[in-house]
């Protein structure tokens, strides 16, 4: 009785696979370990004080730079075991911060990460206890 409003969904997503995949080829990734270690740099000095402005922007820029450079990306390198200790214990800090902003970027970065990787969600698991729900 009504006509369609438009294209199908199988055809919006494919649409949307192409446009993502021309967008992935022209920006320069840089190496997903490097990024981390970048994080794993900016000194905290300890998880349990109080972190100073000038560190906690230092990193939420870095991590805003690892999640835009893992969109779209479907496989990633796993870093060292060392690595994504400091790390994600760093991120879990920020996600107790009740600053909304800081809250959405660990989100984010940790939904990019698990969702897509199946080596690194059994890390997380063995290693934090956390279990990704899909």
Do not use: W
Not at 65 to 89: C, D, I, N, P
Not at 113 to 129: G, K, P
């Amino acid at each position: 009785m009504y006509g369609k409003a438009g294209p199908s969904r199988p055809q919006l997503r494919r649409r949307g696979r192409r446009v993502r995949q021309t967008t992935i080829e022209h920006e320069p990734l840089l190496p997903y370990a490097e990024l981390l270690e970048d994080l794993a740099e900016i000194d905290f000095p300890s998880i349990e004080s109080n972190v100073d402005e000038e560190s906690r922007t230092a990193f939420f820029v870095a991590l805003n730079k690892v999640a835009s450079q893992l969109k779209g990306r479907h496989e990633l390198e796993l870093a060292s075991e060392e690595l994504f200790t400091v790390v994600f214990h760093k991120c879990f800090y920020l996600l107790n911060n009740p600053q909304s902003c800081v809250r959405t970027i660990v989100l984010r970065i940790f939904r990019l990460l698990l969702v897509r990787d199946r080596v690194l969600q059994q890390y997380l698991h063995h290693r934090f206890d956390i279990v990704v729900l899909r």
